[in-house]
């Protein structure tokens, strides 16, 4: 059985700090690694994607990948109450396109 | 603007009743798919669909059909059978072969 973990949280971070989420995946075979972000009531948008070890910024985003230890990260630099929303972490497999989704974690960014 | 489609946003129905949601996309995209969420959960496939005229079964298809006549169209079918049918139903479409997916604005579908 593929799985995908996250701390449901909730993350609470004041405005201006680091917020960091974590995320671990169970089939080394994955090769691909996504974050969604979903306000409440609303669907997930992509905002980043990563398919190297190593770190991918984008703005005040960076998602770090580490294969070895199964392990994808989503760093938000100087939070701001607008990153208040559920973050989805999905993993890739080889069959079809699927992917598998974490349970999210919940951040709150409290001005 | 491209983009998927769901409608209706939000759906009410009487237990027992079959109910097809929509789902349609102008991005050119092969592959689309159904999820369900239920609240504080994740993302759960339903039914996906590579190609025209194929799909597979999800994680969680038993009480649920779906068809594939046309690129840009995906509708999923709620029959009477599915036990608890109450949630959030999301669609995505991906271009084939990449995991990239784009959701669609979903349908909350309570059934009493």
């Known amino acids: 059985q593929k799985e995908v973990e996250q701390n449901s949280g909730p993350l609470s971070v004041p405005e201006g700090a680091i917020a960091s989420l974590n995320c671990t995946y169970s089939?080394?075979?994955?090769?691909?690694f996504f974050w969604y972000r979903q306000y409440s009531g609303k669907s997930p948008e992509l905002i980043m994607s990563?398919?190297?070890?190593g770190d991918k910024e984008d703005g005040r985003f960076t998602a770090q990948l580490n294969k070895a230890s199964q392990y994808v990260s989503l760093l938000i630099r100087d939070s701001q109450p607008s990153d208040s929303a559920t973050y989805l972490c999905?993993?890739?497999?080889?069959?079809?396109?699927?992917?598998?989704f974490g349970q999210g974690t919940e951040l709150s960014v409290k001005p | 603007d491209g983009g998927i489609t769901q409608s209706p946003k939000y759906l009410f129905r009487k237990e027992g009743q079959n109910v097809t949601l929509s789902c349609e996309q102008n991005?050119?995209?092969?592959?689309m798919y159904w999820y369900r969420q239920d609240p504080g959960q994740g993302l759960r496939l339903i039914y996906y669909s590579q190609i025209v005229n194929d799909f597979q079964k999800g994680d969680i298809a038993e009480g649920y059909s779906v068809s594939r006549e046309k690129k840009e169209s995906f509708p999923l079918t709620v029959t009477s059978a599915q036990k608890n049918p109450t949630a959030f139903y999301l669609c995505?479409?991906?271009?084939?072969?990449?995991?990239?997916?784009?959701f669609g604005p979903g349908t909350r579908l309570t059934v009493t």
């Open positions: 991005l050119n995209h092969d592959a």
């Open positions: 990563i398919y190297s070890n």
């Open positions: 995505a479409s991906s271009i084939k072969g990449d995991h990239e997916q784009y």
């Open positions: 999905a993993v890739g497999y080889n069959q079809g396109g699927k992917l598998i």
């Open positions: 089939d080394r075979g994955s090769q691909s």
